[in-house]
């Protein structure tokens, strides 16, 4: 598989796959939710289970595909914690791929998912948050870890952080990718406690504990992404100022830095939840319809 | 005075001024130190004493510039704490206007100025940064705060960095700055500590604890920046997405923020040195040409 570059690659090499996953989408009577989904319908990759008030539901979907009865199914459901619960059995019992949040409040969907009986955690798994961030001025996508939910991870967080975004670039046909661990400097100091955790993952990355790929950190953005940097500080890295993966030492860092980038670098994003046995769909009202409709392509992707 | 909203600007109107400022170069013996200075002396707003190893300072200088005895003066030091103390003395006596750091380590560079008897601080002053970010994709200047000194400022930090990047738009014609306070949201809560410090803050400024201000936060990049943000989230903010500043929590979020832009959002910017009785230059290496001379002009402004 040739490595992705483009998001807007996802769709097409889904569409390829010839496949319609199932998605389990809870309190689906949310218009920005249900365009994302029906453009996969339309484009022949998803087959939806929508959860929730039917009549609402009904009235957002378009007449023409109302007459499709194989398009997708419906089932009423008006309580927020039950269609959450609901659609978490759905996926462990596999007639659900995919689970995506609707118009339900965060906390009461994720309650679901974690749930330590009948929720969707891998064992031993972390809940975080990865997400490819597509740049007009980076030639390839850079996948940003934690953007969303991880306030200041512990090193063990930062660890599965690590695997998680590794394991989706490997996914997207990126072999062996390259993590930026990410500091305001490339300096080891007591001062950025992070950046003695990043020094213990460089050597569990050489030993092989993340599989193929090649970690460095700390370094800044630039030194990251940006060769010419390395050059004036004669600074060397394996990463070489390619980094396909950013990984953030807290959320108020992770944060500002790809929002800055959505609105004053024209970005555009698709991001899952992690730590999960299934692909989790959560997306922030703010997202455009296309970073919505590229992160169900991520999912069917990561459920393939 | 008009806004400046733009980089460019800046030494615009320090030529307008029709003034000399005396600039102190510490270790000048820096290509890309001197460069920005030249342009400065050719522009006719500065007057530099370069400090530092005198052969080697006259092979970076223009012939023609090195036949007009009036532009500027030459003095040998080849100690660096020595050319540091030397300069630092030559502000707090008047004979320059300005600090500036060439090609010296910054650890030493800083002792000299944070001396305690014979250093640059106010009384009570704290060392931090406030750097101007010029994005083509904003319609004005954003005042970042502190992308370069302070790790994880106090709240005692804080409202001196607050009250510093006021300073500093008040000085370039903002008579009333936003000031949004970042956060990874705009939720107030327990595990986001920085978030508990910014309400105390909001609550200063509405008492005029920080002069003219309009003060928000923890508010996201999204909510301080764009308008369309707080519709889509139905939330109300004084700044109306439309901040002149952002106050980040810590340095591991400010940092990638600005580098981020300036890699990704075709950047620019031109900061300073906080917490001292007169403007301290401190550039990096990988900044561009445009970036130096823009600080210099802003250091002019600021000291005029």
């Known amino acids: 598989m040739r490595p992705v570059s483009r998001l807007s ?3 097409e090499i889904v569409i390829s796959l010839n496949k319609r996953f199932k998605v389990a989408v809870v309190m689906a009577e949310d218009k920005n939710t249900i365009e994302a989904v029906i453009a996969g319908i339309l484009n022949g990759f998803l087959k939806p289970i929508f959860i929730g008030n039917k009549q609402l539901i ?10 499709n009865e194989n398009a997708f199914d419906i089932v009423e459901c008006e309580d927020p914690k039950e269609a959450s619960d609901l659609a978490v059995d759905m996926v462990n019992n596999g007639e659900a791929d995919i689970l995506m949040k609707g118009l339900i409040n965060t906390d009461i969907f994720l309650k679901s998912v974690l749930n ?3 929720g969707l955690m891998k064992e031993e798994g972390v809940l975080s948050y990865v997400c490819a961030l597509e740049l007009p001025a980076y030639h390839k996508l850079l996948f940003i870890t934690d953007p969303a939910v991880l306030p200041f991870p512990s090193k063990k967080q930062k660890i599965a952080m690590a695997q998680y975004a590794i394991d989706m670039t490997n996914k997207l046909g990126i072999n062996e990718p390259k993590v930026a661990l990410i500091g305001a400097s490339e300096k080891v100091s007591e001062h950025f406690p992070n950046s003695l955790d990043y020094q213990e993952m460089k050597e569990m990355a050489a030993q092989g504990g993340f599989g193929k790929c090649i970690m460095d950190g700390p370094l800044d953005v630039f030194l990251a992404c940006d060769p010419e940097s390395l050059k004036t500080k004669k600074i060397i890295s394996p990463i070489e100022g390619d980094a396909d993966v950013l990984l953030f030492p807290s959320l108020e860092a992770s944060n500002p830095f790809y929002k800055g980038l959505m609105l004053f670098g024209n970005g555009d994003l698709a991001g899952l939840i992690q730590g999960t046995t299934h692909p989790v769909v959560v997306m922030s009202r703010s997202e455009s319809f296309k970073s919505k409709y590229y992160c169900l392509a991520l999912a069917c992707l990561m459920s393939n």
């Open 9 to 11: 690659e996802l769709p």
């Open 58 to 67: 009904i009235s957002l979907i378009p007449d023409e595909l109302l007459l």
């Open 116 to 118: 330590k009986e009948k």
